[in-house]
């Protein structure tokens, strides 16, 4: 048990998606996993251990924003020997080819700053996904037929943004997305020799003003979570 989560070790799998949404980890869990026992209830945060075709994995919140993510995944990394961690997140579109409901997979994630700043002072550090778990997700995303888009994303800490022109130089440079936490996650798996990636559903276009219905936000999110399953585990 620590500070933020309730589980006991061994409760935890080696294997951890991420959503920011703490529902989102409940629905995924119940509608993705067997055998799922709730692990986490600290502070709302909830967290879900089951099995996915024979393999073990956990669910778990991470919150909104790098602060919160970064205490969850600092957690399950040095308390509960988490191995790989997946964000499975929502994602507003910075480019025209992007649209709603496809699916954006991490390759590297810019920032205006992490929690890590102060550990990285004069390096300005590229995090990036691990390429294992990412070949192995564009895989999966290419069999399903998804719409499915890999590159650079944008790791805001706000979503209420007052600097347009920060989003329009993200969008002139070619980033895919806008979101809030998979810089630090990939900062963190880096600094402790750990897997990760963020797989993203599109819920918002930050140039058309499309957005998904809000009735039809989890069912749309489905499809990540099985990419971010399947790259974990491959056949
Ligand atoms: O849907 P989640 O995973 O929370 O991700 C996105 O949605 C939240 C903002 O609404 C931020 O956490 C952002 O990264
Ligand atoms: O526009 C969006 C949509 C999801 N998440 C964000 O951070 N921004």
């Given at each position: 048990m620590t500070h933020h989560i309730g589980a006991q070790k061994g409760d935890i799998a080696e294997t951890v998606l991420m959503p920011g949404d703490p529902l989102r980890a409940k629905w995924a869990a119940e509608t993705f996993?067997?055998?799922?026992?709730?692990i986490n209830e600290i502070r709302g945060m909830l967290g879900f251990t089951g099995m996915w075709k024979g393999n073990r994995v956990t669910i778990h919140g991470s919150g909104m924003g790098m602060p919160s993510l970064s205490i969850y995944a600092h957690e399950l990394i040095n308390?509960?020997?988490?191995q790989n961690l997946i964000r499975i997140g929502s994602t507003g579109s910075m480019q025209h080819h992007v649209g709603i409901r496809d699916v954006v997979i991490a390759m590297t994630a810019s920032s205006?700053?992490?929690?890590?700043a102060g550990v990285f002072k004069e390096v300005n550090f590229a995090p990036c996904a691990d390429y294992g778990l990412l070949s192995q997700a564009v895989t999966a995303a290419q069999a399903k037929g998804s719409n499915v888009h890999v590159g650079n994303i944008y790791s805001s800490d706000?979503?209420?943004?007052?600097?347009p022109d920060l989003n329009e130089m993200m969008t002139r440079h070619g980033v895919l997305a806008v979101e809030m936490e998979a810089a630090e996650l990939y900062n963190l798996a880096a600094r402790f020799g750990r897997k990760a990636l963020a797989v993203m559903t599109v819920s918002d276009h930050l140039l058309t003003g499309d957005a998904i219905p809000a009735d039809e936000r989890q069912s749309s999110f489905g499809e990540m979570v099985e990419i971010a399953l399947e790259a974990a585990f491959p056949n």
């Open positions: 996993l067997n055998d799922v026992k709730c308390e509960y020997d988490v205006i700053s992490t929690p890590s706000v979503f209420y943004d007052e600097r």
